[in-house]
């Protein structure tokens, strides 16, 4: 029973735009996230991360929302850098989302 | 480099063969843990280990598959009799845990594995 769900497999923005990946929970009890980054060849790296104590966690241009009453947290890329595409996956604890393939285009 | 390190990075076996892997996590960190990736998939938890302790274990896993950590330093991962569903990538990763703290995971670069 898959219980982080990333229901795009892809997304692609133009250089310069806003990225928005999505997440899905079916946990309450869950407290914790990450976004991990992941490129080809490579294993996945941190990306950030957001307690369940807040609604928002901020690092330069990365930005993570948390709607507990939702289930839903999203992933903002701003700007948008070619350098960002990748997969990037949701996470809680052991648990990984399938992934969202993000293309950014020059 | 003091990241986590996996061997082989790939491995070509034939249905029904052994295939052992080897993970080196980074050596202060007391969490280990191994998953399977497929195509178009996230990391899919296998098992875990707290120090040489092995703290869970996927109810999906196979009794083919068995993980050790005898040491807690790097662990293994063997599957007996390989079939061609169990190709995949196998990431393993590497965190510090204490208490409630959360943290993030170190992944290694994946251990390849082709059935054929």
């Known amino acids: 029973d898959q219980q982080v769900k990333q229901n795009s497999p892809s997304l692609s923005v133009q250089e310069g735009r806003i990225s928005i990946l999505n997440c899905d929970y079916t946990?309450?009890?869950?407290?914790?996230f990450l976004w991990y980054k992941k490129y080809p060849a490579e294993g996945p790296t941190f990306l950030i991360s957001i307690s369940s104590i807040k609604d928002k966690n901020e690092d330069g241009r990365f930005t993570v929302f948390l709607n507990k009453s939702a289930k839903h947290l999203s992933l903002h890329i701003v700007p948008s850098q070619p350098g960002d595409s990748a997969v990037y996956f949701c996470?809680?604890?052991?648990?990984f989302g399938a992934g969202t393939r993000l293309t950014v285009k020059p | 480099d003091t990241g986590v390190s996996q061997d082989p990075r790939h491995k070509i076996t034939k249905r029904g063969q052994n295939v052992t892997f080897r993970c080196d996590p980074i050596s202060e960190h007391n969490r280990l843990y191994w998953y399977r990736q497929t195509l178009g998939q996230g990391p899919e938890f296998l098992t875990y280990?707290?120090?040489?302790?092995?703290?869970?274990k996927s109810r999906l896993l196979s009794d083919r598959f068995s993980a050790e950590r005898p040491k807690g330093s790097f662990s293994t991962l063997e599957i007996q009799r390989t079939e061609q569903g169990d190709s995949a990538m196998y990431l393993c990763?590497?965190?510090?845990?204490?208490?409630?703290?959360?943290?993030?995971?170190?992944f290694g670069p994946g251990t390849r594995l082709t059935v054929l």
């Open positions: 946990n309450s009890m869950f407290d914790y």
């Open positions: 996470a809680n604890d052991m648990r």
């Open positions: 280990f707290q120090n040489e302790a092995q703290l869970e």
């Open positions: 990763a590497s965190r510090w845990s204490s208490g409630g703290v959360h943290n993030e995971q170190f």
